[in-house]
Nanobody
Framework: QLQASGGGLVQAGGSLRLSCAAS????????MGWYRQAPGKQRELVAG???????SYGESVRGRFTISRDNAKKTVYLQMNSLKPEDTAVYYC???????????????WGQGTLVTVSS
């Protein structure tokens, strides 16, 4: 499972840090990432990071958000700075996980954590 945490209410210009930890029987984790879905909108990619640490970002968050991961802790983070009201959404973590050496990678979603940015 993927357990996300760290969402909440923050004023515009503020910061939040999201965390998402993978648990259970895990052999390997490849790409991890964050998506978000605002009311009435489609889910969109916020940021992704490879096992080696190469990161990519959606255009709307580049320069404000930073994704990182701790492979030993099986955790991915999203540092969100200079938050805007349009960043308000439910944020979901995502990861490609293999449960055993003989298993293929499967894609998992976390339960989502709400981020609300007030103006």
């Amino acid at each position: 499972q993927l357990q996300a945490s760290g969402g909440g209410l923050v004023q515009a210009g503020g910061s939040l840090r999201l965390s998402c930890a993978a648990s259970g029987s895990i052999f390997a984790i490849n790409a991890m990432g964050w998506y978000r879905q605002a009311p009435g909108k489609q889910r969109e990619l916020v940021a992704g990071i490879t096992r080696g640490g190469s990161a990519s970002y959606g255009e709307s968050v580049r320069g404000r958000f930073t994704i990182s991961r701790d492979n030993a802790k099986k955790t991915v983070y999203l540092q969100m700075n200079s938050l805007k009201p349009e960043d308000t959404a439910v944020y979901y973590c995502n990861a490609d996980i293999s449960r055993a050496f003989w298993s293929d990678m499967q894609n998992y979603w976390g339960q989502g954590t709400l981020v609300t940015v007030s103006s």
